[in-house]
């Protein structure tokens, strides 16, 4: 049983293109985050959501949208991508905000 | 805002002996310390964690030990074998602040047979 999963696993993608990774969880917490892992491995939180609600926006570009549709699911689009925006991307979650939090396996975005 | 620094950065150890990986936090209102554990092309996975009303925490060959007044915390992993090599990250989450990790920078460890 997959308890975060991401899609797609990998995106390349030229400059000035829009994409979206989309994130699900199956294990009934109400707390979901994105993560961006750059090249030297440093993670670093992006956006958080608790029961469909922004709790925590780091200082992250407007180009940079999550949406919650609901509490198992946490989307990132990303408009207008650029070279710096290549990473790979960690959706994670939890139940509330001081506890384990378990990851996805990670969408490595490449924009070429 | 809170700053976790990581040391070493990277850690190469022979089978069947001991590592040791260190995290210095500035912010006193840090509450919850875990470890992940990322394998190559893997997600972070916890491994062990501690709150701070405890000063040391063992699970099987893995331990960890806090110092609050100094403000650091430890990971330990006794025994070593070649499946503990892997990058492992130390972080720490604040009272107020809803599960915003801050994470070390990693400690890249290769454990040779």
């Known amino acids: 049983d997959t308890a975060v999963s991401q899609t797609p696993k990998y995106l390349v993608t030229q400059m000035g293109n829009d994409k979206s990774i989309k994130c699900e969880q199956n294990l009934g917490h109400d707390t979901m985050y994105w993560y961006k892992q750059d090249s030297k491995k440093f993670l670093k939180i992006m956006f958080s959501y608790n029961n469909k609600e922004l709790i925590i926006n780091e200082t992250v570009p407007n180009r940079f949208s999550p949406k919650s549709p609901d509490k198992a699911h946490l989307n990132l689009h990303i408009n207008s991508l650029e070279l710096g925006d290549s990473a790979v991307y960690f959706c994670?979650?939890?139940?509330?905000?001081?506890?384990?939090?378990?990851f996805g396996p990670g969408t490595r975005l490449t924009v070429l | 805002g809170e700053n976790v620094e990581q040391h070493p950065s990277t850690l190469s150890v022979q089978e069947g002996d001991s590592a040791v990986i260190k995290c210095t936090y500035s912010?006193?209102?840090?509450?919850?310390f875990p470890w992940y554990k990322q394998e190559l092309g893997k997600g972070p996975q916890l491994i062990i964690d501690i709150r701070s009303n405890v000063g040391e925490k063992k699970d099987q060959r893995i331990a960890v030990t806090l110092n609050k007044t100094a403000k650091h915390f430890s990971l330990h992993i006794t025994e070593t074998q070649p499946e503990d090599s892997a990058v492992y990250f130390c972080?720490?989450?604040?009272?107020?602040?809803?599960?915003?990790?801050?994470f070390g920078a990693g400690t890249q460890v290769v454990v040779t047979p």
């Open positions: 912010d006193s209102a840090s509450n919850y």
């Open positions: 972080a720490t989450i604040k009272s107020d602040s809803w599960g915003k990790l801050q």
């Open positions: 994670a979650s939890s139940q509330g905000g001081t506890s384990e939090q378990f």
